[in-house]
């Protein structure tokens, strides 16, 4: 599987400087490798998941790259020798590429999906990578996102307390899965177990990112962003660490959960009040539209629709299907973009492709058609895909 990271391009004589001074400031992904550049005069080294956009004065020299980070099997090796040890190098052998060698941490817990032939080795998978990783708090099993909130479905497999690693009957207090992650220089508080977040979508967000600058130098102001499937907010976190780059935002799910976890990002970020529990949505401030919605509902208040410049669609199984009732949010009366993520099997892209096409009015002079980018495998069949829209005034 690809995992493009960001990494910093650095001359080989000034690695060993960099390190330390990367690995001071916590910027350093250790469980990656540093690769050597293909011009064989610089090396690539791996920065960690929360490093802010824009790194520390220091790095300014360095050139920042966005390439395919290759997982540093000696971290790696430390867990199997755990598991070795606990069940013996046969039944490694026997089960051969089963065994999960990735895992996702989402702070202090590491998440692993286990091969149905092999679930009956769970607690000793866990208590290895336990062991090899020191600073996870607990193990969950990930046995997928399931209904149409997109929550993952995880079960707890060991917890660390105090310095005792514990199996069996982990009951539901004993388990918080509240926690906070930092991403692009900020803090996004999110509950795994209450609505959806992926820190494997950090390179999308990077992207997105990247294409709202564009954008806005277009239209020469900030932006009004609508992200109608906002989750805990991940998107909006990296955008509003740009200065200047957004103005208004709509920010709604229809996971109460979500909202909830929401607002108290909204009140970090923004430095405002905001209220505790979930609401109906509402404007809270003259630039923040925020709460619960269903967002193919969203067009029918005159008050939302027509008004935002970039319209953010991350429900990938039904992008495609809900663009209909999306579209009429974009104001178009100047250039706006949908940025959009999709679920599709890679025999029907082509077909996908011209259903977007369709679905979006016509595009902004001198831009490229929609087309769908392959991010990653989501089963052996289907592709977890993404694609930029830029669209015209209309006439
Ligand atoms: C794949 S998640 C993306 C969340 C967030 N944008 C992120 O990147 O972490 C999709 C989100 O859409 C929400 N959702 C599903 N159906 C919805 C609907 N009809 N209206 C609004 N939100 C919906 C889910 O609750 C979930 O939080």
Redo the contacts with the bound molecule.
């Keep these: 599987m690809m995992n493009v990271m960001r990494h910093l391009r650095v001359p080989n004589k000034s690695v060993q400087d960099v390190i330390v001074l990367l690995k001071d400031n916590d910027l350093l992904n250790n469980g990656m490798r540093i690769c050597p550049d293909s011009d064989g005069k610089h090396r690539l080294i791996p920065l960690s998941e929360s490093a802010p956009h824009n790194l520390p004065e220091h790095f300014s020299e360095f050139e920042e790259v966005i390439h395919e980070g290759k997982i540093d099997e000696r971290s790696n090796d430390s867990w199997w020798k755990h598991l070795s040890e606990i069940i013996g190098e046969d039944t490694i052998t026997e089960y051969g590429e089963s065994w999960p060698s990735n895992h996702e941490f989402i702070g202090d817990i590491m998440i692993v999906r286990i091969n149905e032939e092999i679930s009956s080795y769970r607690e000793q998978i866990a208590i290895s990578k336990m062991a090899s990783h020191p600073k996870v708090r607990m193990v969950m099993e990930d046995r997928g996102?399931q209904g149409?909130?997109?929550?993952r479905d995880l079960s707890p497999i060991a917890l660390r307390q105090d310095s005792e690693i514990i199996t069996g009957d982990i009951s539901e207090e004993m388990c918080d899965t509240r926690v906070l992650v930092r991403e692009s220089g900020k803090s996004i508080l999110c509950d795994p177990r209450r609505?959806?977040?992926?820190t494997k979508?950090q390179t999308e967000?990077l992207e997105t990112l990247s294409l709202a600058k564009e954008l806005r130098s277009m239209l020469d102001r900030p932006l009004r962003v609508c992200?109608?499937?906002?989750?805990?907010?991940?998107?909006l976190a990296t955008l509003l660490g740009e200065t200047d780059l957004v103005g208004r935002i709509l920010a709604?799910?229809?996971?109460p959960d979500?909202i909830e976890l929401l607002l108290d990002n909204l009140r970090r970020w923004d430095r405002r009040d905001y209220p505790t529990g979930a609401k109906k949505i509402s404007r809270l401030y003259e630039d923040r539209i925020v709460g619960v919605?269903?967002?193919?509902k969203l067009h029918e208040d005159p008050s939302i629709t027509g008004a935002w410049d970039l319209l953010?669609v991350?429900?990938?199984h039904?992008t495609v299907e809900?663009l209909p009732t999306l579209v009429p949010l974009l104001d178009r009366t100047g250039t706006s973009m949908i940025r959009g993520r999709v679920i599709v099997a890679e025999s029907e892209i082509e077909d996908v492709n011209d259903a977007i096409r369709k679905a979006l009015p016509p595009r902004l002079q001198g831009t490229p058609e929609p087309t769908l980018k392959i991010k990653r495998d989501y089963s052996s069949t289907l592709r977890l895909c993404a694609f930029e829209a830029w669209i015209g005034p209309a006439s």
């Design positions: 996102v149409e909130l997109r929550i609505a959806y977040f992926s979508l967000r992200d109608p499937f906002c989750g805990v907010g991940p998107a709604s799910d229809l996971n979500a919605a269903d967002a193919t953010l991350n429900l990938p039904r809900l």
